[in-house]
């Protein structure tokens, strides 16, 4: 637990802050800022990003969430971590903190005035979704490094959670990349004077790329485009009744396995009154998750499919219930031969494919699994596409249109994430 704090009134994580002024630069910058991107392979198979914080600047580790509001890491237990001399305190009564959504005071009672323990601290509530508990969190700014640039983000937001259980072992926090005003990307964009665009290039290993303020991306080739569709209804862990998601939701009509469409219940495609339904990104789910109408229906016609290519099936391993024989799947320089899933979008002619390389699992020399697992018969969201599906490929986020591009898997191209 943090230090004894005082938690007065509620408070909601409506996403705003007040502007950042960029030290160095004044002058739109142009192209993309880019952080690495380092895949968990070890353990929990999440993703992080390291920035460079505070003065003396310090290195910090933070998993990456496109659910996430803003950005939150263990200030106060880790003074090894995070000592800076120059952040600064959010007060609960300023311009800034009802701007983020504060209401309230956050005190503390335990020793000198130190990040994380303050008084008349801007309170958020920093959300592990691993853990059972959301952690009343201060918020501070401070100074953010910008790689590969003489600019430095001053005022740059934060706030002070606790809580790391499920995240890699490198990191200290979480990096939040939601459609916020407070959000990592739009803070170093407004800063900038840059688009708020973003991209990711997850790595399967390697060191991928989050890159901030949009294109060109030369290795990507062409990227199929579609509009980003807000849920009227938060997904928020904390959230005021009427708020709608800051998640990135995707207008999926319909499922193909090998061409051939899937008879699914399309409603579950929807949001319905409370919304519950659609289709997300996430990096927080490590393989993609399905409603179980939408997986079984899909599993079935995928193993059909498989039966036709004479896949031999092998026992199930741990929740991937669809595996084979890597003896009887065919190969080629893009990878394995299997049946492709296609998410159908807005028409016919668009949709995210994904191919062997996307959905296949080796789980050992012998075995390959499916990448989906069952949700069970009430999830949140209908189908969840997890980091896997999204690895080796370039997936954009473009708040100013409103749109989410992806391309084709960079294997196809003889490249990849961390090419």
């Not at 959010?90 to 000198?112: I, Q």
């Not at 991306?217 to 569709?229: K, M, Q, R």
Request: positive net charge; glycine residues 8%.
């Amino acid at each position: 637990m943090a230090s004894t704090t005082i938690f007065v009134l509620t408070f909601t994580l409506a996403a705003a802050f007040s502007s950042l002024v960029s030290a160095a630069a004044s002058k739109p910058q142009l192209g993309s800022v880019t952080y690495p991107i380092i895949k968990d392979t070890a353990k929990t198979r999440l993703y992080y990003t390291t920035l460079q914080l505070g003065t003396p600047a310090k290195s910090l580790s933070l998993t990456l969430t496109l659910a996430g509001q803003f950005i939150w890491f263990d200030c106060e237990h880790k003074p090894d971590v995070y000592n800076s001399t120059s952040y600064q305190t959010v007060h609960c009564d300023s311009p800034a903190c009802e701007e983020a959504g504060g209401v309230g005071c956050l005190g503390c009672l335990d020793g000198p005035p130190r990040p994380g323990c303050t008084n008349d601290t801007c309170p958020l509530g920093a959300y592990n979704p691993f853990n059972d508990f959301i952690a009343s969190a201060g918020l501070y700014t401070d100074i953010l490094r910008v790689p590969s640039r003489t600019a430095t983000v001053r005022s740059f937001p934060f706030a002070c959670g606790y809580g790391l259980n499920g995240l890699p072992k490198a990191s200290r926090g979480m990096l939040g990349l939601a459609m916020t005003k407070v959000a990592f990307q739009a803070k170093v964009s407004s800063a900038l004077k840059l688009a708020n665009i973003f991209a990711l290039c997850l790595p399967s290993t390697g060191a991928g790329k989050l890159l901030v303020g949009g294109g060109p991306y030369s290795f990507a080739g062409n990227l199929v485009e579609t509009p980003i569709i807000i849920n009227p209804n938060s997904t928020a862990a904390m959230y005021s009744v009427g708020d709608p998601s800051d998640e990135y939701f995707l207008g999926v009509k319909s499922i193909k396995v090998a061409g051939v469409p899937v008879a699914l219940n399309s409603t579950l495609l929807s949001f319905d009154k409370d919304g519950y339904g659609g289709t997300k990104v996430s990096t927080m789910d490590p393989h993609t998750v399905l409603h179980s109408d939408i997986y079984r229906p899909l599993v079935n016609a995928f193993t059909a499919a498989a039966r036709a290519l004479k896949m031999k099936r092998a026992a199930n391993y741990g929740y991937f219930r669809v595996c084979y024989t890597a003896a009887s799947i065919g190969s080629d320089r893009h990878g394995r031969i299997i049946p492709t899933i296609d998410l159908v979008l807005q028409n016919e002619s668009t949709y995210w494919r994904m191919y062997g390389s996307d959905l296949m699992v080796r789980v050992s020399n012998n075995v390959l699994c499916l990448g989906m697992v069952e949700a069970g018969k009430n999830p949140r969201t209908a189908i969840v596409i997890g980091g896997r599906q999204m690895e080796n490929r370039l997936v954009e986020f473009d708040l100013v249109a409103s749109k989410l591009r992806f391309s084709e898997p960079l294997i196809r191209k003889n490249t990849s994430c961390s090419g």
